[in-house]
Nanobody, 115 residues
Framework: VQLVESGGGLVQPGGSLRLTCAAS????????MSWHRQAPGKERELVAS????????FYVSSMKGRFTISRDNAKNTVSLQMNSLKPEDTAVYYC?????????WGQGTQVTVSS
């Protein structure tokens, strides 16, 4: 299993970023995927998740309306569109898949929201 995140960077408050996670080593279309983040000195937290067919999404309340999770099962990718970014969104963002009760994580991509 390999998960590779990309798309992070430095953005001003109110700006947007689109993160992408490229998956390989498993049958991507059969598994739900999720995005998580970890800010300095804080626990890693769930941001959003999406079912295997992309038909249902879940968002943590503080991200609802600003973030959109989506997936492309033909390309084995899951994305997180982040709009109206705030300084408190600064964190390392990770994608995750759970296969047979084991968690698999990518290496993460840094998102910094600052003026």
């Amino acid at each position: 299993v390999q998960l590779v995140e990309s798309g992070g960077g430095l953005v001003q408050p109110g700006g947007s970023l689109r993160l992408t996670c490229a998956a390989s080593g498993f049958t991507f279309s059969q598994y739900a995927m999720s995005w998580h983040r970890q800010a300095p000195g804080k626990e890693r937290e769930l941001v959003a998740s999406i079912t295997s067919d992309g038909g249902s999404m879940f968002y943590v309340s503080s991200m609802k309306g600003r973030f959109t999770i989506s997936r492309d099962n033909a390309k084995n990718t899951v994305s997180l569109q982040m709009n109206s970014l705030k300084p408190e969104d600064t964190a390392v963002y990770y994608c995750k898949v759970v296969i047979l009760s084991s968690d698999y994580w990518g290496q993460g991509t840094q998102v910094t929201v600052s003026s």
